[in-house]
């Protein structure tokens, strides 16, 4: 989860809150790739998730990272809790994953070597000190009480906030990891077009990096459980946004949303201020019970954005947000996969050709069943199999069509970053299907075996 943002003075128009939206246009040529992941950490020994301090612990890992691999510490309340280096954080989820939130990159080579010095560079560290860490979409044997909080005051705040709007929000924060990319956009109307794609498709991405089939020691009966837990969070700041596909929809369409979305917090001089369920719209007017007679900064507004948790959502970029955390190779497999639909406008009317005849229901039931039955989904005459596949060849044809080279011009282009994704296509097999046949098959129901066979 993000870190406090920085936006800016004083909101002295309305119209601040759209033209921040609209900073973040640039032309092609400047559009970047940041791939954010996140990954949960364990004592080999014991298979216990890190506590936050002592030998074997996050603060362990951080420090490590910050001593022998030069990362900057950030700090909150005298605890270490995130990293700086290059453009780049590491920062901690609330039940103690790490997570890498890439610097904006200019190619997938590029993002794909970040998250590869990132992952050797944990290893060395957790090795030295009998830690783990792996990929899933979600814990799968540890219960919510083992997950410990992390020491961060804005995650003490939802914490106690997640459990009267929902049953599943303590359970997103403790015991769920995503990998996410951050994409630009030209204009307002690339914006739109960009994220009714996002929308549209992030059940097919939801399908093929599901990777959460278990919870609590045992099969829960879906292929991406983190998916399930998103859908009963909090409706007031989750979900598939149907305005989004409304005519009017654009900056201001995007502002007028996120004002409705109840504040958690307000930062302030290294502290988190509550304001849960309070109202930005008051916070603007002065009338904010936590800070009466104060107006908010571009950086509040900034802070609150990150507050909205659809499938997708806009900042200064786009966050793709409907993928499982996994192995990885996946971790570059999802950059390909949007880069390829959204940064090539061939790829991108391809996909929007696709979908733009979708009603709201038509996608809610793709991104439920996508979460269940991952490939096999099916809903009316949408088979989720074929979909993926013409999907994924939209995307490669846009990755071609970039033509960007890495390893110093040997590789052509960036399409081989689907690799993993069209095994999945060709098998008809997601990482979650592959985790139920070993755990049904080799380990004899012995869910402690996913520890060792497949951690980074």
């Not at 309340?77 to 997570?99: H, Q, Y």
């Not at 914490?159 to 709007?165: A, F, K, L, P």
């Not at 009017?248 to 201020?273: C, H, N």
Request: contains cysteine; glycine residues 10%; hydrophobic residues 40%.
């Amino acid at each position: 989860m993000s870190i406090p943002q920085s936006g800016g003075g004083p909101i002295e128009r309305h119209e601040q809150l759209a033209e921040y939206l609209a900073s973040g246009c640039k032309p092609r040529d400047q559009w970047r790739i940041g791939t954010e992941h996140e990954k949960f950490g364990y004592c080999k020994d014991s298979l216990k998730p890190l506590p936050y301090a002592g030998e074997r612990s996050i603060q362990a890992v951080l420090e490590g990272l910050r001593d022998r691999h030069n990362w900057q510490p950030v700090t909150e309340g005298g605890n270490l809790i995130g990293l700086t280096k290059d453009g780049a954080n590491v920062s901690l989820e609330p039940g103690g994953a790490l997570e890498l939130s890439g610097a904006p990159l200019e190619t997938i080579h590029q993002t794909c070597d970040e998250v590869n010095e990132h992952l050797r560079d944990v290893k060395d560290i957790a090795d030295a000190i009998g830690v783990g860490f792996i990929g899933l979409g979600a814990a799968p044997i540890w219960s919510h009480d083992e997950m410990p909080l992390m020491p961060k005051g804005r995650y003490t705040l939802m914490d106690s906030y997640m459990q009267s709007v929902g049953t599943m929000g303590t359970a997103m924060m403790r015991r769920t990891c995503t990998v996410q990319v951050n994409l630009d956009f030209a204009s307002e109307a690339d914006m739109v077009q960009k994220m009714r794609v996002a929308i549209a498709l992030q059940p097919v991405a939801t399908a093929l990096f599901a990777n959460s089939p278990f919870f609590d020691g045992k099969p829960n009966g879906h292929k991406s459980w983190r998916s399930r837990i998103w859908r009963d969070l909090d409706d007031a700041r989750t979900g598939m946004i149907p305005f989004v596909f409304d005519e009017d929809f654009g900056f201001e369409r995007w502002v007028e949303y996120a004002l409705d979305v109840p504040m958690y917090f307000v930062y302030r001089d290294g502290k988190y201020i509550n304001a849960l369920g309070q109202s930005f719209r008051d916070f603007l007017k002065g009338q904010l019970p936590a800070l009466p007679g104060e107006t908010p900064t571009m950086s509040d507004w900034a802070d609150h954005l990150t507050t909205a948790f659809p499938e997708a959502r806009v900042k200064k970029y786009i966050e793709m947000r409907g993928a499982d955390g996994g192995p990885w190779r996946r971790l570059c497999a999802l950059p390909a996969f949007w880069v390829g639909l959204t940064y090539d406008q061939t790829a991108l009317d391809a996909a929007w050709d696709l979908v733009k005849g979708w009603d709201a229901e038509t996608r809610e039931a793709l991104r439920v069943a996508a979460s269940v039955d991952g490939l096999q989904a099916q809903v009316g005459d949408i088979n989720m199999h074929e979909l993926a596949r013409e999907v994924l060849n939209i995307a490669e044809a846009g990755l071609k069509a970039r033509a960007l080279p890495g390893a110093g011009g040997l590789v052509p282009d960036e399409t081989h970053f689907l690799n993993a994704l069209k095994d999945s296509i060709e098998s008809g097999k997601t990482p979650a299907d592959e985790l139920l046949e070993q755990y049904h098959g080799d380990w004899g129901g012995d869910l402690s075996r996913i520890y060792k066979e497949f951690s980074y």
